[in-house]
């Protein structure tokens, strides 16, 4: 993961979902959580899962960033909206995006379901800025 983080030792969750039948992020393959720190800045993240000794489904996997919403990673900013100040929680770290060729198998879950992720710019899509190593 490519991350950008305004404070110190931020956390996220890095989750693994098997495909579901209809293409869908399906079952988390970690059956506990697995917590990434995050330093100050510009990072490259890299999680190391060789202990885990996952294998990859036939239909294959997602991969996902999940914030953690604690006040330990949150930055304040009081914008004004409409006229008024208001005092926002910013999450860190962000999570740098990409833009691909490909508009296929991106998702975002929120409000407790799984929306298809199409962001479009000069036709490439938006996607999560990672890469997975395999091993044997």
């Known amino acids: 993961f490519f991350t950008k983080s305004k404070i110190n030792n931020a956390i996220f969750k890095f ?11 399906g079952e988390d393959i970690l059956k506990n959580d697995l917590i990434v720190k995050v330093k100050e800045g510009k990072n490259f993240v890299t999680v190391n899962l ?8 036939k239909d294959g996997l997602y991969i ?28 860190q770290p ?4 990409e833009y691909k060729g490909s508009n296929l ?3 975002i879950y929120t409000k407790g379901k799984w929306f298809p992720q199409y962001i479009q710019k000069n036709n490439q899509y938006w996607q999560l800025a ?3 190593t395999l091993t044997d």
């Not at 996902?64 to 999450?91: C, D, H």
């Not at 962000?94 to 995006?97: D, E, G, Q, S, V």
């Open 15 to 25: 989750r693994i979902f098997k495909v579901a039948e209809n293409s869908m992020p």
């Open 94 to 97: 962000h999570f740098c995006m």
């Open 130 to 132: 990672a890469e997975i």
């Open 105 to 107: 198998n991106k998702w």
């Open 64 to 91: 996902a960033a999940e914030w953690i919403t604690l006040k330990t990673n949150a930055v304040v900013k009081t914008p004004k909206i409409e006229g008024v100040k208001q005092s926002l929680n910013f999450y």
């Open 50 to 57: 060789e202990e885990l000794q996952i294998k990859i489904p």
